[in-house]
């Protein structure tokens, strides 16, 4: 939504993420090389904390979107990096990115949370099932 929604007040406002819950924790873990690749970016943020890795989509999901993941080591990993590594095709670069928009649309009603991170607001969906599935479809490439 973003201006429009911000000036004509149809954005809606999240509550703040719990800083007790796993999801905060998970962050938290992690916040360094979270702080460092949020600032570096223009597009909202949408953090998914799993247990063994904290996934970001990037930009407006499910239309135009990107997808990053920080496995708990510090580094960060990207559909860019995953086609360098694989050595992915077109056809298996799209059906990766359709699963992944359809893993975000299955998961759409998700309850959100907002935290703040390098001085800007980002959405986080403490999702059980959206992890499952972001897991499963990024790992299937392995």
């Known amino acids: 939504m973003g201006f429009l929604g911000k000036l004509f007040g149809t954005e809606k406002d999240l509550a703040p993420l719990d800083p007790a819950s796993p999801g905060a924790k998970r962050i938290e873990a992690q916040r360094a090389a979270l702080e460092v690749f949020v600032a570096k970016l223009h597009d909202p943020v949408e953090l998914i904390p799993a247990e063994k890795s904290i996934y970001a989509f990037i930009g407006r999901p499910p239309d135009r979107f990107g997808i990053a993941w920080f496995p708990g080591d510090g ?6 990096t995953m086609v360098k590594a694989k050595g992915l095709t077109v056809l298996q670069q799209n059906t990766l990115s359709k699963h992944l928009r359809q893993a ?3 998961h759409v009603d998700e309850t959100r949370f907002e935290t703040t991170i390098a001085g800007k607001k980002v959405k ?9 599935d972001l897991t499963r479809v990024i790992h299937e490439v392995d």
């Open 75 to 80: 580094t960060e990993h990207n559909l860019k």
């Open 104 to 106: 975000y649309e299955k």
């Open 124 to 132: 986080v969906i403490p999702s059980v099932g959206l992890e499952a």
